[in-house]
């Protein structure tokens, strides 16, 4: 295969991602849904408790897995962003070491599988509602790191026509509902609004840049 076949592959990374993940959030809330950011000890307690620890540990096996595809995403977008605009080329470059971070907070947010691990070694309501926090807070973080790839990514198309004007502006309203998403973050399941819609610009950028790898930059 060509360089731009082996191109529309890593440009599918995103897709791969997005349904990567559903699976694995799928599998990780077999036994119940999780309670809200603001549950009592006893609460996070039981959520780990009723967990179904194989079906767990293969939803969040799958959700580490799926950082390989989102990396080869990044790659097919640093490309198609350089071909664009070479006078953007840092702002590309901040964009995938933004979306790298991304995927640092998923690799190495693992207090959920380490509570879900000690259930039975004598975890405590404390220790679970600590874990529960920290992987909850580290996830709204990471929503700050996608509000700066979705800007850098928005600022190139809308200047340089790297992406349709459509796709940037979509990028630029998620990102602003990323920010406001994370000062709230602990207040209500709205918040998770904001992330969904990112998934479906990462669909929607996938099949772009699926069907304009190797092609001359259009604005």
Request: without cysteine; proline residues 3%; hydrophobic residues 60%.
């Amino acid at each position: 295969m060509n360089r731009y076949r082996w191109e529309q592959i890593a440009a599918l990374g995103g897709i791969a991602f997005v349904v990567m993940q559903l699976v694995a959030q799928a599998l990780i809330q077999v036994g119940g849904a999780e309670p809200a950011f603001d549950a009592d000890a006893a609460e996070i307690m039981q959520f780990f408790q009723d967990r179904d620890t194989r079906l767990f540990g293969l939803g969040d096996y799958i959700s580490t897995l799926s950082v390989i595809p989102f990396i080869w995403f990044l790659g097919a977008l640093w490309a198609a962003l350089r071909r664009t605009a070479e006078e953007y080329a840092w702002l590309a470059l901040a964009a995938v070491a933004l979306g790298l971070l991304e995927m640092a907070q998923i690799v190495g947010g693992g207090g959920w599988t380490l509570a879900v691990a000690r259930i039975d070694d004598g975890l405590t309501p404390e220790q679970a509602q600590l874990l529960f926090d920290q992987g909850n807070l580290g996830f709204a973080n990471s929503w700050v790191t996608l509000a700066g790839m979705l800007l850098a990514v928005a600022v190139i198309s809308l200047q340089a026509g790297a992406l349709p004007r459509w796709n940037g502006w979509l990028a630029v309203i998620t990102a602003i509902g990323l920010v406001i998403a994370r000062a709230f973050w602990a207040t209500s399941p709205v918040v998770f609004g904001p992330y969904v819609v990112f998934w479906l610009w990462l669909i929607a950028t996938s099949i772009i840049l699926t069907r304009r790898a190797g092609m001359a930059p259009t604005a």
